[in-house]
């Protein structure tokens, strides 16, 4: 089993809709866990970032992480055309050096 | 805001030619990170180093790469003997901390002919 799991999408929305991405992870052991996004041809830029089971919220975005179930969401309220991006979730590993990404999911917001 | 930088954007060279990728990191910050993106994959950890050492390395950073501190601001990732599937993009990162977030560069493009 893969350590992180995610949905490649391509996901395509209009504006105003609200956006949920999703990651599973094997390993219980993962402490805390982050969301970054990804623009065309840049690098990956901390979006946010968890260090528990529950949610937080920082504007429009809210991420939740849901440890029983080793499952995290991000969710995008009011999508804009300027969130269409690649979101990639993040876990750092026991040793705490190395992030293993997701595959990242493509989301495309349409005017 | 502080950023790391990575130059050059965009390096082309020839199989079995040397390349050298540097990287600014955020000013005090003390962990580095290199990983790397190929064409359509996963970001993918190579390694990480912590007061003039590797502290983690994976499968992919065998013995055709190497990293440096040279001085008190650039972190590099060379890479001796260039293959074709080492054309990717290369991102370094940095850390004030470990369990710190890590901050990105914008990625230096490899392209290998």
């Known amino acids: 089993q893969k350590e992180v799991e995610q949905d490649p999408g391509p996901l395509s929305v209009p504006e105003g809709a609200i956006v949920s991405l999703n990651c599973t992870y094997s390993n219980s052991a993962f402490q805390y866990f982050m969301w970054y996004r990804q623009y065309s041809r840049k690098g990956p830029e901390l979006l946010m970032y968890t260090y528990s089971s529950g949610n937080k919220e920082d504007g429009r975005f809210t991420a939740q992480v849901d440890k029983s179930s080793k499952y995290i969401s991000l969710f995008i309220r009011d999508s804009q055309p300027s969130d269409s991006a690649t979101y990639l979730c993040a876990i750092p590993s026991s040793s705490n050096y190395k992030l293993t990404f997701g595959k990242g999911t493509l989301l495309t917001v349409n005017p | 805001e502080p950023e790391v930088t990575q130059t050059p954007s965009h390096q082309v060279t020839q199989m079995g030619q040397e390349v050298i990728l540097r990287c600014v990191p955020i000013?005090?910050?003390?962990?580095f990170y290199w990983y790397r993106q190929i064409l359509g994959q996963k970001v993918e950890f190579l390694v990480s180093?912590?007061?003039?050492?590797?502290?983690?390395k994976s499968e992919i950073f065998d013995d055709q790469f190497s990293v440096e501190r040279p001085d008190g601001s650039n972190f590099t990732l060379k890479i001796r003997s260039t293959k074709l599937e080492d054309s990717a993009m290369y991102f370094c990162?940095?850390?004030?901390?470990?369990?710190?977030?890590?901050?990105f560069g914008a990625g230096t493009r490899l392209s290998v002919l």
């Open positions: 000013s005090n910050h003390l962990y």
């Open positions: 180093f912590y007061n003039n050492e590797i502290s983690e």
């Open positions: 990162a940095s850390s004030e901390a470990i369990k710190n977030i890590q901050y």
